[in-house]
């Protein structure tokens, strides 16, 4: 359970035992991650105002059992969370991707099929699970915009490629490019609707806090050999460090979620910035020293640490470090924001 004083009382408690025991372990199978994913669906309510901690809570708890689990469940939530902010419905037995990245070269047009429906042609990148899921959120070029889709992914015209995915971290979560040719894709929301609402930059938050939560189990680690050699001070020096490191991260995931919950107005894409930076910072710190004080052992000897920190490592890299800092700082001097 990833639960204190920075949270409220009525934040979710996960059950860790039963992750650990079904999907929350290295090599399981996608189909059984996202059997967890629909399961914590139905008791994981759609991020909107009131739930925001719930959400974040949540979902680090499940980072810090299996940051591929949460690579898994992280995009279902959020796409349910979209579809109910467009009041839209959801298939029953559905599993969700939400793929909205942009990668050079590659361009996915919607357009009319004549017959007042839509269809998808071109490639769209970093399509996590594709082969494995139902359906799909997916943002495609309108005209001068880009506009959101819902795509049944089994049906022809769709075609995906695993085999492109080599990577070392979240190998069990291929995130290759798919290809569309002429499928049939219903709109969600307006033009621009999207990307514009505040739900936007809530989910980008909702990242962070996954990103916390798998930095939470890996100070499990360095607790671990810390209490297995009491008289080691520089384990607790680390410990301690590691400690301050993550308690920065909560604050700034903990103030978030109060502001979202209480319907504060503020400047939402710069304080998810903000926010996202600030746990990318902690997260990266914490890696760079528990993998640095425990040594080689657990790396070459213990499948899930290895799997922790590989998958940590490409995780964080949905921040983009110093090009994010920068869009911080064109944020704040074309309309401020900040107390000084």
Known sequence: MIRSAAWPADAAAVDVAALTATAGRPGSAPADRLAVARSLAATTPPLTTGTAARSFVTLAAVAAVDVGLARTVEPHLDALS??????????A?????????????????????????????????????????????????????????????RQDGVTTHDEAWVARGMPDVPSGPVDFDGVVAVPVGDPGWYLTRPGFAWGGIVV?????????????????????????????VALGAVVADLADAEDALADAAARIDTDQDADWPLVAQT???????????????????????????????AARVADLELYVLQDHGDRDLARIGRMVLERGGVAW
Do not use: M, N, Y
């Not at 979209?82 to 298939?91: G, N, T």
């Not at 962070?208 to 607790?236: K, S, T, Y």
């Not at 930076?277 to 899930?304: F, Q």
């Open 82 to 91: 979209i579809l109910a902010q467009a009041d839209a419905e959801v298939p």
């Open 93 to 153: 037995g559905s599993t969700w991707g939400v793929f909205a990245a942009e990668g050079p070269g590659l361009r996915l047009e919607a357009s009319g099929d004549g017959a007042g429906g839509v269809v998808l042609d071109g490639t769209k990148p970093w399509c996590s699970l594709a082969s494995q899921l139902s359906h799909a959120l997916v943002t495609a070029h309108r005209g001068d915009d880009r506009q959101l889709f819902a795509v049944d992914l």
């Open 208 to 236: 962070a806090a996954c990103w916390w939560g798998g930095a939470v189990g890996l100070a499990r680690v360095l607790r671990d050999h810390a209490a297995a050699r009491p008289d080691a001070e520089l384990l607790r």
């Open 275 to 305: 926010v996202r930076s600030r746990v990318r910072r902690a997260v990266d710190a914490v890696r760079t020293r528990v993998v640095s004080t425990v040594g080689p052992g657990p790396l070459t000897s213990e499948a899930a640490v």
